[in-house]
T-cell receptor
Framework: KNEVEQSPQNLTAQEGEFITINCSYS?????LHWLQQHPGGGIVSLFM???GKKKHGRLIATINIQEKHSSLHITASHPRDSAVYIC??????????????FGKGTKLSVKP | EAQVTQNPRYLITVTGKKLTVTCSQN?????MSWYRQDPGLGLRQIYY???????DKGDVPEGYKVSRKEKRNFPLILESPSPNQTSLYFC???????????????FGPGTRLTVL
């Protein structure tokens, strides 16, 4: 079983729709990252969370530490949001604090 | 401009021929890391460095070496490349990697390596 699971794997939406991408993890973590990988391959860091909720523009990320679950929401989606969204967790076992474990990504396509 | 650079961006080589992929950042970041990305497997961490002369293994370190002699540079060395190391490689850096402290990771543009 993967330590970080994302759902759905693929998502197609119409412009303007509200989008939710989910990330569940099975390890103890100190933080969770959301990344965006553009069609050209470049990767951008969107959020890092250790609790609660963060908002940046049309993007909202939430995390529930007790349930080991995080969601990334996109409001009023736009074709330029089309990308692969990747969840990564910073596992904390005391000995490898720099280690990041990644989900396999959610490919989002927003149609005009 | 603040950035992470990788060279080369594309490389085709043959089995066993030693190669180095360079990574450099101009943001005075302490933390640097190497990842590989493969279809169906996603991103996986190879090695990371919390600071100069401090490196540690990630999830898939076999067949790779790294060094961190200077803060700005973190080269990835393949002493004897094999076809299973054909992949897309990303270098990344962040200011620090302290627990519970937000530090955005900045990614390089990627290096596409093919080992024949």
């Amino acid at each position: 079983k993967n330590e970080v699971e994302q759902s759905p794997q693929n998502l197609t939406a119409q412009e303007g729709e509200f989008i939710t991408i989910n990330c569940s993890y099975s390890v103890g973590i100190s933080a969770l990252h959301w990344l965006q990988q553009h069609p050209g391959g470049g990767i951008v860091s969107l959020f890092m969370l250790s609790s609660g909720k963060k908002k940046h523009g049309r993007l909202i990320a939430t995390i529930n530490i007790q349930e080991k679950h995080s969601s990334l929401h996109i409001t009023a989606s736009h074709p330029r949001d089309s990308a692969v969204y990747i969840c990564a967790v910073r596992s904390y076992d005391g000995g490898s604090q720099g280690n990041l474990i990644f989900g396999k990504g959610t490919k989002l396509s927003v149609k005009p | 401009e603040a950035q992470v650079t990788q060279n080369p961006r594309y490389l085709i080589t043959v089995t066993g021929k030693k190669l180095t992929v360079t990574c450099s950042q101009n943001m005075n970041h302490e933390y640097m890391s190497w990842y590989r990305q493969d279809p169906g497997l996603g991103l996986r961490q190879i090695y990371y460095s919390m600071n100069v002369e401090v490196t540690d293994k990630g999830d898939v370190p076999e067949g790779y070496k790294v060094s961190r002699k200077e803060k700005r540079n973190f080269p990835l060395i393949l002493e004897s490349p094999s076809p299973n190391q054909t992949s897309l490689y990303f270098c990344a850096s962040s200011l620090r990697f302290r627990l519970l402290q937000y530090n955005e990771q900045f990614f390089g543009p990627g290096t596409r390596l093919t080992v024949l």
